[in-house]
T-cell receptor, first 114, second 112 residues
Framework: ETGVTQTPRHLVMGMTNKKSLKCEQHLGHNAMYWYKQSAKKPLELMFV???????ENNSVPSRFSPECPNSSHLFLHLHTLQPEDSALYLCASSQVGGAGYEQYFGPGTRLTVT | QQQVKQSPQSLIVQKGGISIINCAYE??????FPWYQQFPGKGPALLIAIRPDVSEKKEGRFTISFNKSAKQFSLHIMDSQPGDSATYFC???????????FGKGTSLLVTP
């Protein structure tokens, strides 16, 4: 439960605001992920960082901007969002290059765009 | 296109019964199949996972059955308990990749 932490847990923002989501992993992993979870949809992978380099960007709009300053921290910077961006944003981490690709998730940030 | 299809969308089981959730995939390159459990207000937690070199894996009351030729795998929860009430997600990935392809989830309710 405490292996991956996310702040804030809840965020309400207007369409013209700028905010950032923070994720920290305490598992010693070398890869970190951002996912979007919307009602009645599969979890959508947004970004992947491996060894602090972005390795995947799944056609995410530029109003979402990730940042990975080191292997333990991951940010998602938000600006000029749309109401359809309201969702649960989940961070995950894993150890790439090991025996498997088990991903461990944080509790998520519930984002509401008004 | 959705790479992993999960059914049913929701499931109600009596306490002590068996809960069965099914998933199907198309990409034969997938070689890692985890199941995640998610409670309200929490992130998904890894429950159990299987690789295609075995047809079944059991951990306590949870069993994954894997049918490589049919490209299907399922989660069985034996002796289901009210505390098992949660949303369950199947997923699949390639060992060479990072992405976990998730199913849409099954909302399980175990009644007392």
């Amino acid at each position: 439960e405490t292996g991956v932490t996310q702040t804030p847990r809840h965020l309400v923002m207007g369409m013209t605001n700028k905010k950032s989501l923070k994720c920290e992993q305490h598992l010693g992993h070398n890869a970190m992920y951002w996912y979007k979870q919307s009602a009645k949809k599969p979890l959508e992978l947004m970004f992947v960082y491996s060894l602090e380099e972005r390795v995947e960007n799944n056609s995410v709009p530029s109003r979402f901007s990730p940042e990975c300053p080191n292997s333990s921290h991951l940010f998602l910077h938000l600006h000029t969002l749309q109401p359809e961006d309201s969702a649960l944003y989940l961070c995950a981490s894993s150890q790439v290059g090991g025996a498997g690709y088990e991903q461990y998730f944080g509790p998520g940030t519930r984002l509401t765009v008004t | 296109q959705q790479q992993v299809k999960q059914s049913p969308q929701s499931l109600i089981v009596q306490k002590g019964g068996i809960s069965i959730i099914n998933c199907a995939y198309e990409n034969t390159a997938f070689d890692y199949f985890p199941w995640y459990q998610q409670f309200p207000g929490k992130g998904p937690a890894l429950l159990i996972a299987i690789r295609p070199d075995v047809s079944e894996k059991k951990e306590g009351r949870f069993t994954i059955s894997f049918n490589k030729s049919a490209k299907q795998f399922s989660l069985h929860i034996m002796d289901s308990q009210p505390g098992d009430s949660a949303t369950y997600f199947c997923a699949a990935s390639k060992n060479s990749g990072y992405a976990l392809n998730f199913g849409k989830g099954t909302s399980l309710l175990v009644t007392p």
